[in-house]
């Protein structure tokens, strides 16, 4: 199963450091995936959160592209990673309501959508939102943030 941390949270969500660039690497150096919510104006992309926006650029993506499931904010956001897909390979998606698809072909569920959560492809979004039981969850993999209480051994991407 894939382990993602939302937004960089490990424990439970951590509102003064959530969607930092610091709390994205933290996870992605601990061994997690991580979704990180971006949005691109002008050609400059932010990790948008939260206000203030935090400036990144290409040379924090590229490195950690195969750990990064990137949401994107607005639709020019999605053109900006879509014109970037042949060269770099980001893995990216617009949200929808119920479910999106990644760049990579993998369903992200939202999980009041879920119509059987023990048995579904893709990855489950904030299962403790609805408390859903995640040890017992047959899935691609699951994002929350509170990522930090499955253990490294169980990480198996």
Same mark, same amino acid.
């Given at each position: 199963? /894939? &382990?993602?941390?939302?937004? +960089?949270?490990? =424990?439970?969500? #951590? *509102?003064?450091?959530?969607?930092?660039?610091?709390?994205?690497?933290?996870?992605?150096?601990? +061994?997690?995936?991580?979704?990180?919510?971006?949005?691109?104006?002008?050609? %400059?992309?932010?990790?948008?959160? *939260?206000?203030?926006?935090? *400036? /990144?650029? &290409? #040379? $924090?993506? /590229?490195?950690? %592209?195969?750990?990064? @499931?990137?949401?994107?904010?607005?639709?020019?956001?999605?053109? $900006?990673?879509?014109?970037?897909?042949?060269?770099?390979?980001? #893995?990216? $998606?617009?949200?929808?309501?119920?479910?999106? =698809?990644?760049?990579? +072909?993998?369903? @992200?569920? @939202?999980? !009041?959508?879920?119509?059987?959560?023990?048995?579904? !492809?893709?990855?489950?979004?904030?299962?403790?939102? =609805? *408390?859903?039981?995640?040890?017992?969850? %047959?899935?691609?993999?699951?994002?929350?943030?509170?990522?930090?209480? $499955?253990?490294?051994?169980?990480?198996? #991407?």
């Amino acid at each position: 199963m /894939i &382990l993602i941390s939302n937004e +960089g949270n490990l =424990i439970g969500r #951590n *509102r003064a450091t959530e969607g930092t660039s610091a709390a994205i690497q933290d996870a992605i150096n601990k +061994g997690y995936d991580c979704k990180i919510y971006v949005k691109e104006v002008g050609g %400059r992309l932010y990790l948008a959160t *939260r206000e203030p926006y935090e *400036r /990144i650029s &290409l #040379n $924090f993506l /590229i490195p950690n %592209r195969d750990k990064l @499931w990137i949401q994107c904010a607005t639709v020019s956001t999605l053109k $900006f990673f879509s014109d970037k897909l042949a060269e770099y390979n980001f #893995n990216y $998606f617009y949200a929808a309501e119920d479910c999106s =698809i990644t760049s990579h +072909g993998t369903l @992200w569920w @939202w999980p !009041s959508h879920v119509t059987t959560p023990t048995k579904t !492809s893709g990855i489950v979004y904030l299962p403790e939102t =609805i *408390r859903m039981d995640t040890q017992s969850m %047959r899935v691609g993999g699951i994002c929350c943030d509170f990522i930090g209480s $499955f253990t490294n051994d169980e990480i198996s #991407n």
